[in-house]
């Protein structure tokens, strides 16, 4: 539980490379009937985008084939434009159809060159992460050249930081970022950065797509937070669920002390009231009990670290940036074991030190 917590903690602190607060994302699906061609499409979205920057309180709007977080959806092979390897010998992107205010609107700046323009269209033109332009153009400035893409001379005109669009806990991946225009399809997702609650411009999102189209539906809507969040619904259950067991282990653990050492004192009842008799104050007898309840709390707990430290390595695959065998997660364990179980002896040490000696000697 510790190191899925932990872990847990690193995912949600990772650099993600771009900001998702206050910003609200809306699926819009076109009826493939009434916009089969790609000239239909490209003019819809265009005007989307138009009525979102006009709303209220937007800051930046943009459209995105695949929202980030969401996997990996197109893969596809890209070389330079005089790349002899073989096709699966060429480096593979992800790839994401975007209109120009994509990166302004998740707040990732470009390294190099551009965002695309509305001179670009009629134009081949490709933006790529850092990864790519490392491997198809070493040492070089990749703004300007020209790559292949499906066998299709394509010019770089911008270079984006290496960020973590496809998921939280995996290093970026290589990605390629084509115009929506060059290849409108009929599903995409809307990108609005609002200066206010961004939950609370759903209903213009809705009402500016109507009022292009009343038969295009808005199934959902939903703030980068929230896809964020869901994201890593399956790591939060993982931990959650270990977590309740955990303190139930733990809560069954400290009411086994009490209750062993309890009835341990009430037995040496005898005892404890010769010793105070013969001079024993209650510091002392407060000590003893401790000390004897706490021997067989470090035994078990020693045993349990060495079997924490084993079957840590069956979490592996489940933990981010967190080693299996991280000393600073065992160590804040075992001081909430050792807090727990010394407070589940100090209850029944401080009953031993009210022991009345009289009554203990009157019954012997």
Not at 61 to 90: C, K, Y
Not at 172 to 196: E, F, K, T
Not at 290 to 298: E, H, I, T
Not at 330 to 356: D, G, K, Q
């Amino acid at each position: 539980a510790g190191l899925l917590i932990r872990s847990f903690d690193r995912l949600m602190s990772v650099d993600r490379g771009f900001d998702v607060e206050r910003v609200l994302a809306a699926d819009v699906a076109l009826p493939s009937e009434k916009y089969a061609k790609r000239d239909q499409r490209s003019e819809f979205y265009r005007r989307l985008l138009d009525q979102a920057r006009a709303m209220p309180g937007v800051t930046s709007a943009a459209l995105v084939s695949a929202l980030p977080l969401q996997g990996e959806t197109w893969v596809d092979i890209v070389g330079n434009e005089h790349d002899t390897r073989e096709m699966f010998a060429r480096p593979t992107v992800n790839v994401r159809f975007i209109s120009s205010e994509y990166f302004k609107t998740l707040g990732a700046p470009l390294r190099a060159g551009r965002a695309f323009e509305d001179m670009d269209r009629g134009r081949t033109v490709a933006i790529i992460s850092k990864s790519v332009a490392d491997r198809l153009f070493p040492g070089q400035d990749a703004v300007g050249r020209k790559i292949l893409h499906n066998e299709t001379v394509t010019q770089v005109v911008g270079v984006t930081s290496d960020f973590r669009s496809t998921s939280l806990d995996k290093d970026p991946v290589n990605m390629l970022y084509i115009p929506y225009w060059q290849r409108p399809r009929l599903s995409a997702s809307l990108l609005v950065r609002s200066a206010i609650d961004p939950k609370a411009m759903s209903g213009s999102v809705r009402e500016a797509v109507w009022s292009l189209d009343p038969e295009v539906p808005v199934p959902e809507t939903r703030t980068l937070v929230q896809i964020m969040n869901k994201s890593v619904a399956e790591r939060r259950f993982n931990m959650s669920l270990v977590l309740a067991f955990a303190l139930s282990a733990l809560a069954l653990a400290s009411f086994g002390v009490y209750g062993v050492l309890a009835y341990t004192v009430a037995r040496r009842r005898s005892e404890i009231g010769i010793r105070m008799a013969l001079g024993a104050d209650a510091g002392s007898v407060r000590s003893l009990v401790l000390r004897q309840g706490m021997q067989p709390v470090a035994i078990g707990l020693a045993v349990g670290v060495a079997g924490a430290l084993a079957a840590g390595r069956l979490l592996s695959s489940m933990l981010f940036r967190v080693s299996a065998n991280d000393p600073l997660t065992v160590a804040a364990v075992a001081a909430a074991l050792c807090a727990v179980a010394l407070a589940a002896c100090a209850v029944p040490a401080r009953r031993a030190t009210r022991v009345n000696p009289i009554a203990a000697l009157r019954c012997e």
